[in-house]
């Protein structure tokens, strides 16, 4: 059974900031790997998706790697903003198109 | 292009009563899926719908929750009777066929 990890759950740090994310899962037989951003009483936002085949993802300061061998995936987030703080939540694609998601991260980023 | 649609945003009852929710699809999508997410945790998956036949429902509690996708459009979520335990948010998803998913803006459940 699949079982993605998500670590830290919760982050606080001052605007300008590098934010680093971390996701491990335990089944590397996977299609992809997506990150989604939530804000409070929201739905779901996807940021970047991974093909299994892919290193890495960017879009504008977010850029997404993944090791599929080792069960790992990082979510970077360049120069912080206030607007940033949100959960983020990782989630892999398994057969079916399951997806199996982590418990999230929160962000708090302090102007 | 209209988004995946849900109501009602937010419901509060009491314990042992019942309760649904109703979710419409971005059209054309074939595939759709209800997920409960309990606070500080991922959403999990209740049951994904490919048209109007159940793909998979083998975490929903099946003695309280059901759920049907008639027409394979629209589909409803419902509870009956309500625990405190079922006090979270229920997404929506849906996708044209395998491919990405597409999330609603949830209903956030209140069990008291």
């Known amino acids: 059974k699949q079982e993605v990890t998500q670590i830290p759950a919760a982050l606080s740090v001052p605007e300008g900031e590098n934010l680093v994310l971390n996701c491990s899962f335990t089944?590397?037989?996977?299609?992809?790997l997506q990150w989604f951003r939530q804000d409070p009483g929201k739905g779901l936002t996807s940021l970047l998706l991974?093909?299994?085949?892919?290193r890495e993802q960017t879009s504008g300061r977010l850029n997404a790697s993944l090791d599929k061998s080792s069960g790992r995936s990082t979510l970077y987030i360049a120069a912080s903003q206030p607007g940033d703080s949100a959960t983020y939540l990782c989630?892999?694609?398994?057969?079916?198109?399951?997806?199996?998601f982590g418990g999230g991260t929160r962000v708090l980023v302090k102007p | 292009e209209a988004g995946v649609a849900q109501s009602p945003r937010y419901k509060i009852i009491e314990k042992r009563q019942s309760v649904a929710f109703w979710c419409n699809p971005i059209?054309?999508?074939?595939?759709l899926y209800w997920y409960q997410q309990i606070l500080g945790q991922g959403p999990k998956l209740l049951i994904q719908?490919?048209?109007?036949?159940?793909?998979?429902d083998s975490q929903l509690p099946k003695d309280r929750f059901s759920a049907e996708r008639l027409k394979g459009v629209d589909s409803t979520l419902k509870i009956q009777p309500a625990k405190l335990e079922d006090s979270a948010v229920y997404l929506c998803?849906?996708?044209?066929?395998?491919?990405?998913?597409?999330f609603g803006p949830g209903t956030r459940l209140t069990v008291t």
């Open positions: 998803a849906s996708s044209f066929y395998l491919d990405e998913q597409y």
């Open positions: 089944d590397s037989a996977i299609y992809n």
């Open positions: 991974i093909q299994s085949s892919q």
């Open positions: 989630a892999v694609k398994a057969a079916g198109n399951k997806l199996t």
């Open positions: 059209s054309g999508h074939a595939t």
């Open positions: 719908f490919q048209n109007n036949g159940v793909v998979d």
